[in-house]
């Protein structure tokens, strides 16, 4: 990811920006289904912290959490939130954990980066047998766009192309559901105009401060997905969230 692009996430966290404050709450629903949000006993990763806007939500909900990110910017993100003993700098691909010692793992717009089978392997290696994998990943390869240059992309899921890559990994899929899904038709004009009338020189950028009284109506129609995702699923939208675990868990 383009650096100045964690200073911009990090100062539309600190200005309570609709989508990453609405994106926490799916991430918290999602982690109820399985944990209390006050129990001390469940060890959380967070892989790809970033700039530990998320790992500080869960933190404050309760959730025992700790963050890894090999981004120096990252890091410094993390330590103005006040996060030094949660992160610590490594990459995925060589976790400095012993097997099985995590409770559950969460990578929230992460292995889209990676070499999605390696990653997700090291991630069931200190996984424990009982536990759980939360993921976040853009949705829908037709969606490529400039932006996915821009935060160095190398993929986006569609449901079927995730559950198999977890299946192959040794994950078996508890819940997978598209969100985002208010403003998805938003969304894909958007997109596509920038990818096929370049001329315009639309300059498409989703992480920029909108109107109070905007933000509040994103916000709670971000609130409202989270409950449809946590209880039914939705059926499109611009990401994906899925739950798993590892298939050795009887």
């Not at 869960?58 to 410094?76: P, T, V, Y």
């Not at 090291?122 to 821009?150: E, F």
Request: hydrophobic share 45%; proline share 3%; net charge positive.
């Amino acid at each position: 990811m383009e650096l100045d692009v964690y200073e911009k996430v990090y100062d539309l966290y600190n200005q309570g920006y609709w989508f990453l404050k609405g994106r926490s709450k799916i991430i918290q629903s999602m982690l109820n289904r399985i944990y209390s949000s006050h129990s001390k006993d469940s060890i959380i990763l967070d892989i790809g912290c970033s700039t530990g806007v998320i790992l500080k939500d869960l933190l404050s909900k309760g959730f025992n959490i700790f963050g890894i990110d090999n981004e120096d910017k990252a890091l410094e993100c993390c330590i103005n939130l006040g996060l030094n003993d949660r992160v610590i700098k490594t990459d995925i691909y060589n976790l400095p954990f012993l097997a099985k010692s995590f409770d559950c793992v969460t990578a929230f717009d992460v292995i889209e980066h990676l070499d999605d089978l390696a990653a997700l392997r090291q991630i069931k290696r200190v996984l424990k047998s009982n536990g759980r994998v939360l993921l976040i990943c853009p949705a829908y390869r037709w969606l490529w766009s400039k932006k996915d240059i821009t935060y160095h992309h190398k993929r986006r899921y569609n449901k079927l192309g995730l559950k198999t890559i977890l299946e192959k990994s040794g994950f078996t899929v508890e819940k997978c559901s598209y969100f985002n899904f208010f403003l998805f038709p938003l969304f894909v004009i958007a997109v596509l105009l920038d990818k096929y009338l370049a001329f315009l020189n639309l300059k498409l950028d989703f992480l920029k401060p909108v109107p109070s009284f905007i933000n509040v109506i994103l916000n709670k129609l971000m609130f409202l997905e989270a409950f449809l995702v946590d209880r039914y699923g939705l059926p499109f939208g611009s990401s994906l969230i899925c739950l798993a675990r590892p298939i050795d868990h009887a």
